[in-house]
């Protein structure tokens, strides 16, 4: 027999659409620059802000490397001449205002929260995650909100988790879900603390042989169907 009691949602591209937003400081910035943003462009800094981030959620580098060497590298790659930092410093301003919001989330929040403990658990800074969530009137329905910012570790880190356990009020693995789109940082966090996990996959991304979730949903409102019925549902709900 199975019960989801605690809830724990990823936010970027789970709950805010991050990639809107992002998208939209992007495309602002470098018109700013008389730069047309390119999906070469694009394709090129995701390239390296992934690259980034992985390395951070291996812990290689500090929060802070990411934000200092992306758009420098990016600029530096297509020889422009184009202050990196100063970049930065607008794009996070502009990612601080963002809420953009995953169609349904704020729907499939408000109804889980009525019987369950929903808490936020993101990797990020955490004002810009704060700001964020208030500008989407997110803030009422988590019980509490996890920032790696804060923690001192970053998913998908032990300490990470380690850390959010601690400051649940009662909590249980077992009766807990976390639920994220990213496979190596919500997923393969969960699996390394022994918890259930689901992957929000809207855009049926190819799976990991060596990272299977516990669930694997499209929509997020087929997470009802999972947190309601009390025997474990196939892998993928869609």
């Given at each position: 027999m199975k019960h989801y009691h605690f809830l724990l949602f990823d936010i970027d591209d789970t709950i805010l659409d991050f990639?809107?937003?992002e998208n939209s400081a992007l495309t602002f910035l470098f018109e700013q620059q008389g730069i047309i943003l390119t999906d070469?462009?694009?394709?090129?800094?995701?390239?390296?802000?992934?690259?980034l981030w992985q390395a951070f959620e291996r812990?290689?580098?500090?929060?802070?490397?990411?934000?200092?060497?992306?758009?420098?590298?990016?600029?530096?790659?297509?020889d422009f001449a184009v202050d990196g930092l100063v970049f930065e410093k607008n794009y996070r301003y502009l990612l601080n205002k963002g809420d953009d919001i995953i169609d349904g989330s704020l729907k499939v929040l408000k109804k889980l929260s009525l019987n369950h403990s929903i808490y936020a658990v993101t990797n990020g800074m955490s004002k810009t995650q704060y700001?964020?969530?208030?500008?989407?009137?997110?803030?009422?329905?988590?019980?509490?909100?996890?920032v790696s910012e804060d923690t001192g570790y970053q998913k998908p880190m032990q300490g990470y988790f380690d850390y959010v356990f601690e400051r649940i009020p009662n909590f249980s693995i077992q009766q807990s879900?976390?639920?994220?789109?990213?496979l190596s940082s919500d997923i393969l966090g969960g699996k390394t603390v022994g918890m259930d996990t689901c992957w929000f996959n809207p855009n049926s991304k190819p799976t990991n042989p060596s990272i299977q979730p516990t669930y694997q949903?499209?929509?997020?409102?087929?997470?009802?169907d999972i947190v309601s019925k009390k025997e474990l549902l196939p892998k993928n709900t869609f």
């Open positions: 990639k809107a937003t070469q462009i694009k394709d090129q800094y995701e390239q390296i802000n992934q690259s812990n290689e580098i500090d929060r802070n490397a990411i934000f200092t060497s992306r758009f420098p590298l990016l600029f530096k790659e297509l700001q964020r969530m208030e500008s989407a009137n997110l803030l009422p329905l988590f019980k509490d909100i996890f879900l976390i639920i994220g789109d990213s949903i499209k929509k997020l409102d087929q997470l009802y």
